[in-house]
């Protein structure tokens, strides 16, 4: 703690300082990159996880990394209500490329199958009412092996900049040393403030730089939107649960670090495809909405349930990852393979998730007290409980001194709403 001037501090502002720690943790610079962007965690599609690098279009016209495809889902994006509750940006990975750049050192579409270019995909996809987010590496070659930017990083953000792209997916293959990483990823974060264009910067930085040494969040965060801390996402529980592992252990390291306009990417929604149980598909919804996680579905909106397009399109889960006061929620604790996890929303409102990760057996009940959460004023003097999932229900009004009983199915998650009593009835007053 800073000493200001030699004086004492209050002692009521210590005790607060002190309360305050329990949940900070370490404390990064507040400074986010400054270019207006991901005030809220980016929502959108993406085509990894779905598509990986599928370039046969011979083979497999309709599933192949082409043009056609992310003009099929631009028009879903925009017909089939996904737009409407948030999802914007429609994002190219891998395997887009040409294998050579052009004669000017430029980076190019494969002609056969984008045969249109992505300047003019970029304008289909404007013309839905939704932005255009693309793939490079900051490397020598991307992870598949097209040109990497290493070396032409100016040149790269001129050409998005150019096609008007509004998201820049930047991997971490092929670098030869951590320095060359770090610089790398700094100096395309400038290239592209330098363009002028408004393009959100995602960043696979702390992954990259975790087996060598600890990233530094705080200067991640002036750089880059959003950065992915953990290896690709798989279509299995396993991979899920990985992540949720992963996320909980760090928790004291990067939760501090999300904030509006930089944020943890634990990479994308694999809701509607088909490795996750029903209960799995709401564990990863809920709980990506309480890491304040950006949202990218990766699926094919072409062939989706209507239960898994419900479970995305959840309006209220939405608003929870949404929250516009932008702090990531963390595991409170963890008993008899039980989780609580919890985030703080605005208007002193709290989302509370148990997740019940034994696998065997059927439901479990767990019953929570509600003065052991939000640091103890979640529900103080008391709160209107609303279950979110699996099923929207009133759970009613509580007092600080109850306990709120939830019914848990194996893998699965029960997410829970609570919003401050006297605030919520006083608030329909307050906005007169
Ligand atoms: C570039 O950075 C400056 C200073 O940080 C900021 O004011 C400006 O909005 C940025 N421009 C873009 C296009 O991101
Ligand atoms: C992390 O980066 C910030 C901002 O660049 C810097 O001020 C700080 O000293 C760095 N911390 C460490 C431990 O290197
Ligand atoms: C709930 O709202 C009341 C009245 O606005 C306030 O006195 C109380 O401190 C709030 N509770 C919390 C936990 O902030």
Same mark, same amino acid.
């Given at each position: ?20 720690? =329990? ?18 965690? #980016?929502?959108?599609?993406?085509? $990894? ?6 370039? &046969? ?17 631009? &028009? ?5 209500? $996904?737009?409407?509750? !948030? ?5 190219? /990975? ?15 579409? /494969? ?5 249109? %270019? ?18 490079? /590496?900051?490397?020598?070659? +991307? ?9 032409? *990083? ?8 150019? @096609? ?11 670098? &030869? ?32 730089? $975790? ?6 969040? +705080?200067?991640?965060?002036? *750089? ?28 004291? +390291? ?8 930089? @944020? ?23 709980? $990506? ?46 008993? &008899? ?23 065997? !057996? ?13 640091? !103890? ?28 009983? #939830?019914?848990?199915?194996? #893998?699965? +998650? ?12 006083? %608030?329909?007053?307050? =906005?007169?």
């Amino acid at each position: 703690m800073r000493l200001t001037g030699g004086r004492l501090q209050p002692l009521g502002c210590v005790l607060a300082l002190s309360l305050m720690a =329990l949940v900070l943790w370490e404390i990064p610079g507040a400074w986010a990159l400054d270019n207006g962007l991901a005030m809220t965690p #980016t929502m959108g599609w993406l085509h $990894w996880e779905r598509f990986m690098c599928n370039t &046969d279009c011979t083979e497999e016209p309709d599933s192949c990394i082409s043009e056609n495809l992310f003009m099929q889902m631009a &028009d879903l994006m925009d017909s089939d209500g $996904w737009k409407e509750v !948030g999802y914007e940006y429609l994002c190219i /990975d891998d395997c887009w490329m040409a294998p050579q750049r052009d004669s000017k050192g430029r980076l190019q579409a /494969d002609p056969k199958r984008f045969p249109s %270019g992505i300047r003019h995909l970029s304008n289909y996809v404007h013309s839905k009412g939704l932005k255009l987010g693309i793939y490079a /590496d900051v490397g020598k070659k +991307t992870c598949a092996g097209y040109p990497g930017s290493l070396g032409h *990083y100016d040149i790269d953000a001129e050409t998005f900049a150019d @096609w008007g792209v509004d998201l820049l997916k930047f991997d971490g293959c092929h670098c &030869d040393t951590v320095e060359q990483l770090a610089d790398g990823y700094k100096h395309m974060s400038l290239s592209l403030n330098k363009t002028g264009r408004s393009i959100v910067y995602s960043c696979e930085w702390p992954l990259y730089m $975790w087996p060598f040494k600890k990233p530094n969040y +705080t200067e991640i965060r002036q *750089y880059c939107n959003h950065w992915r801390n953990f290896g690709d996402i798989y279509d299995s529980w396993q991979s899920v649960k990985s992540i949720l592992d992963w996320t909980s252990s760090n928790q004291r +390291t990067v939760v501090s670090a999300a904030g509006p306009g930089g @944020w943890n990417d634990p990479d994308m929604l694999v809701i509607g495809n088909f490795g996750l149980s029903w209960d799995q598909q709401i564990t990863q919804m809920a709980l $990506w909405a309480i890491m304040a996680a950006p949202l990218f579905m990766s699926n094919d909106l072409r062939h989706i349930s209507l239960q898994a397009k419900t479970l995305l399109q959840n309006k209220d889960v939405i608003a929870i990852n949404q929250d516009p006061l932008g702090k990531q929620g963390y595991l409170l604790r963890k008993e &008899d393979n039980i989780e609580v996890w919890e985030r703080p929303l605005s208007k002193l409102a709290w989302a509370v998730a148990v997740v019940n990760l034994q696998e065997i !057996g059927g439901p479990r009940s767990y019953t929570i007290s509600l003065a052991s959460l939000g640091q !103890g004023v979640a529900c103080n003097p008391a709160c209107h409980i609303t279950e979110l999932l699996p099923v929207k229900t009133k759970l009613g009004f509580y007092e600080w001194t109850s306990f709120v009983k #939830t019914r848990i199915n194996p #893998t699965g +998650t029960v997410l829970l709403q609570l919003k401050n009593f006297t605030t919520e009835t006083n %608030g329909a007053k307050d =906005l007169k």
